[in-house]
């Protein structure tokens, strides 16, 4: 009766047996791959995920006609394969088979000690992974008989009967135990984790033994032929002499080099023709496979046997590499490469990156604002920060937030980290503009700015001095240094982001303030500047002191003399910008500067202030309390100090207008464009642009040079998306502000926000920060509704989004949708924007064309 019930559907793995991934698991799919070149890969069963469901069930499988596959008293492996490798699966059981008599067998032909350890080997494997009993107890130092002697015993002890013998019983146990794990909770948690679905399934393969102890060369290894952390062609492995399985890890000392090496034995010595022939199966695998594999082997007698081969686990320059250099080869196209490489992935090559590998102490966590990672002595200013730089000692600045004084600070030191903020705070958007390794919001930290300390809430101290080292890539402070991994923008990384550019099909610009910010944006082919914040111009100190004069004035003679310092200044700095992009489009937006930004918090910043405008320092604090606003963010910002105070803007046009004519004398041409920022009503862009068009029609006659210019609206406030066909009127394109837009919709602060915002995520009040992942649904409809609205009124209204999202690739997605013109974003997101949009045409043009064939 069980007979006729028994599971038969398995197949044994041939170069045409009808074996998918999908069907069969990617374990059994890459052994058929092999055994179809030709490679010594030992008799293989493939059981599919249907059959692994039955005997989870409590379905008997026919194992003798399994065990029939393999001859006479065979020894056998089982492992897992699901769909994915990073799925895992329960672990690999090995001499399944072994029983007193094929143990009396194998003293003969192999000699007591080989005996004893393959089946001490099984019983170990069998009472911890099948019987479950506890691995302590059957932990055994040196192989041995009296060790094997034990273990029967125990197991005995343990189960109240004998240790099984029959092949059979052995196997379907195996079978059923690992059929079992797989549905466990932990295991469905873990690789839910890794990306499975809910409902993945197990194959699972039985495989002829490979012994790897016995007689003459025998062994087992693995081999690979690149450098898993740089990609660099190299034979990387070890090879351990009397080993099967995980061996190597227990034995690691005992193992031989593959290749010669000076530092001890290789495989190449012991056996020059078997380590020739593995290498060119290794060669014969990377063409066939189109991939980069890691090839386990064993040795039986000098007989090779290639059991198994999983893609090389590889670092994310590495990933990079291979995939360049496969698709340089011809091995793989070039668009396959692009989708081979994770955007995201980029932005580990741009900075030096905490390596994976290393050992980490980490005092606390917070929000990971801008990637890469850093090495320093802490300290609590800017001038330590300054003082510890021209010592040249590397030096972290500490902050409860920063502030424009710090920028200084933030030049001089190699990582930031602040006690307050959010992804979009004045310390998050200037580490990412300088590429400076920087951790918002780290909240757990005690800071005590007077006594130079900060302490850890299980009450570690660290003061002025003592080295730490910020992982801004995944937001955690780490005590002492840490190995580091170089940044990697090498030949592969420039060809495999000329190879995106050739398929992407939106702009992608960057946000670039100063010129060396413009001088990254080119060396990252930046289309353009698509958000030039012209108030972090004046972040310098010598001209923040002017910038202050200017907001301290408070007769219209004091402006008019403070902006007149300000006129050369700005001229200089366009013509600078106008240089380095060479008639690229350079989107300049008017002073947005928040006021809080610019003013002295201190008492020492406000007696500096005092001093530099010569007037008493009472005088000074009574004009910083009037200027004192409750909500600086919603305050006198933006296109409001425009209209309030005209004289600025109109300097700024002014500077714009004759870079532009200085540019054109020297023969260079470029059309600015002029962006008003937290723009709500039309008649904002009316009054500006009134008095932008005078501007310019004074710098023509005065010039004699006659120019064009682009005028435009960010929208960052609600009512801006809302009336975008009535500011379209007036403006020839709409950049999306998403970091003010999000903060206004939400009606959250951009930099308190930070303060909730991790209990927000976890509790799944939000699934992301928003000012991190674009909301699409709020923010986004929005956005949506601007564009929409705008191009009824202007159909060819360019369109962009230029707040910090701009640089993600879900924004991106998303803008591309929607037919935005280009995405702006940090110098350093350049080229992570760009792959991401060259993935979504690529992804677009895979499914028209799947669309097509099914038509
Ligand atoms: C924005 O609000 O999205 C923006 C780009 O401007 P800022 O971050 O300077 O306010
Ligand atoms: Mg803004």
Redesign the pocket.
Known sequence: MQKLDAITDFTEITPSASISTATHGWRAKCLQRLVRLDMPVPRTVSLPASAVRGIAAGRALDCAGVLAHFGDAPLVSVRPSPAQPEWGGPSTVLNIGMNAARHALLVKTQGQAAADALYLRFVQGYAVHVARLDPDMFEIAEPSAQALRDALRAYRDEMDEDFPEDPARQLAEVLRSMARAWEGTSARLLRQSKGAPEDAALGLVVQEMAQGIGQGVSGSGVIQFIDPVTGLEQITGRYLGQSQGRDMKSRESDALYLTRDPRGPSLEDLAPELFETLAQQGAACRVKLREEMQIEFTIDDSKLAVIDAVRVPRSSRAGLRIAVDLAKEGIITREEAILRVEPRALSELLHPQVDPRAARDVIVRGIGASPGGATGRIVFSSAAAQASASRGEPCILVRRETAPEDIRGMHSAVGVLTERGGM?SHAA?IGRGLGLPCIVGASDLRFDMKDHKITTKAGRKFVEGDVITVDGTTGEVLAGAAEMLPPALDDAFRSLLSWADDVCDIGIRA?ADTPADAQTARDFDAQGIG?C?T??MFFEEARLVAMREMIFADTSQDRAAALARLLPMQRADFVQLFDIMEGLPVCI?LF?P?LHEFLPHSREGLRELAEALDRPLSDVMRRAEALAEFNPMLGM??VRLGIVLPEIYDMQAQAIFEAVVEVARRGGAIVPEIMI??VSAKREVELVKHRIDAVAANVRSASGVDFAFKLGV?V?TPRAALRAGDIAQHATFL?????????MTYGLS?DDAGRFMNTYVQQGVYPEDPFHILDVEGVGELLLIGAERGRQTREKLTLS??????GNPESIAFCRKAGFDYVSCSPYRVPLARLSAAHLALMDRESESSVESMD
Do not use: A, K, W, Y
């Open positions: 979009t958007v946000n958000l914040r108030e972090h937006r947005d928040p910002r933006g920022p937290l960010m960052e950049s999306f502000g998403t970091n003010d837009l999000t903060q951009r989004i230029c707040g910090e999202h701009g």
